[in-house]
């Protein structure tokens, strides 16, 4: 097929955008900042939309959907004075200057593009299983060499507890069980009431892709699986 599927204005403009948050971002974060998974996403969704690859695009879209849905939950919440798990609160964040926190609105809209872009390209369902290995890396990674919270006096904005490795807030550690139990639930617990259920939903009712098509030949050898699921929605 040579149809482009992703138009260039999108390319342009979501690049442009990107080239904003991440200098800003590190400045103001530090590069360990980009090791949670929605900003794991923003990164992929960035290559995916130049190289119009159904499984880097189907990746956040595992990833990210439900996730990113329950942010706006909690940041309407606390901006009703009724904050719930706290993981909006830095939006409010007095440390961090106004504009930084303007561009952390990408949660909001980030989901819809990235499901626009699914129903553009195709869901690949390899992204279920290949998600679920990043995210597995990515929280044994950040237990072991991130800091927990709280985050130092000296250096506020640093990003602390990424992913929830060590609890549910950023300001103290869980102490209900031992470490190692937590994480343990973390891993289970994201597949199984996150990303399998993304993945149902998006194997339902989103078009599927080939699996061999040539704008997934960058990513093939990384996949864990084989079959091929041929196009459900004609063109």
């Known amino acids: ?22 200098p800003i971002y590190y400045r103001e974060y530090g590069l360990t900042n980009f090791l949670y998974f929605c900003d794991v996403a923003v ?13 880097l695009i189907s990746l956040p879209a595992v990833g990210i959907l439900l996730p990113q849905i329950l942010w706006v939950i909690d940041l309407s919440f606390t ?25 952390s609105f990408y949660h ?9 872009l699914v129903w553009r390209v195709g869901y690949d369902r390899r992204a279920f299983a290949l998600w679920t290995g990043i995210a597995w890396s990515l929280l ?11 985050a130092p006096i000296d250096n506020p904005n640093l ?9 549910m807030g950023d300001k103290v550690v869980q102490t209900w069980m031992p470490p190692l139990a937590w994480l343990a639930i973390v891993f289970l617990a994201l597949p199984i009431l996150i990303y399998y259920p993304t993945h ?3 194997s339902r009712f989103a078009p599927q892709r080939d699996a061999v098509h040539p704008s997934n030949h960058l990513v093939n050898s990384f996949s864990p699986w084989t079959s091929v699921k041929r196009w459900s929605r004609p063109w």
């Open 159 to 167: 990003p602390v507890n990424i992913n929830f490795v060590y609890g």
């Open 1 to 22: 097929m040579t149809r482009k599927n992703v138009p260039w204005w999108l390319k342009l403009v979501y690049s442009s955008f990107c080239a904003v948050l991440i």
């Open 108 to 116: 909001a809209w980030l989901p819809f593009v990235i499901a626009w």
């Open 140 to 150: 044994a990674y950040c237990y072991l060499f991130t800091p927990a919270p709280p």
């Open 79 to 103: 901006a009703a004075g009724l904050p719930s798990t706290g993981t909006t609160s830095y939006m409010f964040s007095e440390t961090i200057p106004l504009f930084t926190r303007m561009l």
């Open 43 to 55: 990164l992929m969704t960035l290559v995916a939309v130049w190289l119009e690859s159904p499984l």
């Open 200 to 202: 149902k939903f998006l």
